[in-house]
């Protein structure tokens, strides 16, 4: 099959993890016979610094016309200081708004290998799959008026944290869909005792569920579900809700599998194609240095090969040579506490192909 993919390196360990990606697909491609083709584009301070926009037209362009996109991470000090709407992440926030990407799905399982390099104890964390369903191109982020008024001592600054009915039921929907996919149980999360958009999202679950009478629903306030996470995220099948809690929850989810470059995620719309991103950022404190840990790019890999390509077999064969190639005990500096064996970004992406070539099923 012939698949064209956007890639948007972007900034800080951006283009380093996608890299690895490319090599990857370069190589399953080879395996199951496909053609990959990769189309480049800027976005986020790379695309600042060569345009003056951080989503240039051309790279929507690209995007637009491709079967799926793939993302690095975008941002780093050097755009810090630039006003809010100039800054690198208003062009993730830009792309995702403009491609419609509402469900962002951000799965979160331990690797039995990997139970020991999260902080957390490993019989807490031990058999953990649960899929965090986070709506991306509402709430906070995107509600108007976003501002500064007056100056000095009267200064006060604005969001708007707005959501549509409509806007609130296509993803609760989508998480109730995951749930009776998976093990048929759904945590709603909100802040329904403070804020009345939680409330409008509290009374649209009720009412969505009854089209779901296999699935079994629980509402539970943000503050108590960041706890509950760590207490014991095994309770925890689909979680769902509003885009920054989701953001939030899904940073702190990272732990349970020992580190945030182990968590992939991927961005649906109702037709246009998907965006597929590590959850983590362009990490500057390690930026250049090749030793990014790339799993959780090649992880939503599998999630491109799953929802956008409809190759299950490509997704199970690059999921397995994940998991051989940890279970053998092959380590990024993130997931080892013994650095002197912590292996970079080049040798965990030939470990990775390496699997992939000897567990290959002969044709
Ligand atoms: P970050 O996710 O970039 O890094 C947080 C910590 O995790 C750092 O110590 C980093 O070294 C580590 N880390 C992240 N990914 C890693 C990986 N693959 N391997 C090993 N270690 C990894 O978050 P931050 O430092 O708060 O943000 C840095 C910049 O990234 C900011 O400009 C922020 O806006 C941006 N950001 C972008 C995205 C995105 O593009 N989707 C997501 C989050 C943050
Ligand atoms: C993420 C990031 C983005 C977000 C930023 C960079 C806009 O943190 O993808 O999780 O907050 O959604
Ligand atoms: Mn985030």
Not at 5 to 17: C, K, M, R, S, W
Not at 133 to 145: D, K, N, Q
Not at 198 to 204: A, K
């Amino acid at each position: 099959m012939k698949k064209r993919i956007a890639i948007l390196p972007g900034d800080g360990i951006g283009p380093e993890v996608c890299e690895s990606a490319t090599k990857v697909l370069n190589e399953i491609g080879r395996l199951y016979n496909h053609e990959f083709e990769f189309v480049y584009g800027d976005l986020g301070g790379v695309a600042i610094d060569k345009t003056g926009n951080p989503l240039p037209e051309e790279t929507l362009t690209i995007c637009r016309q491709s079967d799926a996109v793939l993302l690095g991470a975008v941002g780093g000090p050097k755009w810090d200081t630039l006003p809010g709407s100039q800054r690198p992440e208003q062009g993730l926030l830009g792309l995702r708004k403009q491609l419609e990407l509402f469900a962002n799905l951000r799965p979160v399982t331990i690797y039995d290998a990997l139970a020991e390099a999260s902080p957390l104890k490993s019989e807490v964390v031990e058999g953990v799959d649960l899929l965090i369903v986070r709506e991306l191109t509402g709430g906070i982020y995107f509600g108007e008026p976003r501002e500064r008024r007056g100056e000095g001592k009267q200064e006060t600054a604005v969001d708007t944290l707005v959501y549509s009915r409509e806007e609130i039921e296509r993803i609760v929907r989508k998480g109730f869909e995951f749930a009776k996919e998976r093990r048929g149980h759904l945590t709603s999360v909100d802040k329904a005792n403070v804020l009345e958009s939680s409330r409008l999202w509290r009374e649209i679950v009720e009412e969505v569920a009854k089209d779901y009478p296999e699935v079994t629903y629980t509402h539970m306030l943000v503050d108590n579900a960041a706890m509950q996470l760590i207490r014991n995220p095994r309770q925890f099948d689909v979680m769902v809700t509003e885009n920054m809690f989701g953001d939030i929850l899904s940073d702190e989810a990272s732990m349970i599998t020992g580190s945030l470059g182990m968590l992939p995620s991927a961005s649906m719309s109702q037709n246009g194609p998907g965006l597929f991103e590590p959850i983590h950022g362009s990490a500057p404190d390690i930026a250049g240095k090749g030793i990014a840990n790339p799993l959780a790019t090649l992880s939503s890999l599998t999630m491109m090969l799953t929802f956008a390509f409809q190759m299950p077999e490509e997704a199970t064969a690059l999921q397995n040579a994940i998991n051989d190639v940890l279970a053998k005990g092959h380590r990024t500096a993130d997931i080892t506490n013994d650095q002197t064996t912590a292996i970079s970004t080049n040798e965990m992406t030939e470990k990775v192909i390496e699997a992939l070539v000897a567990n290959q099923v002969p044709a």
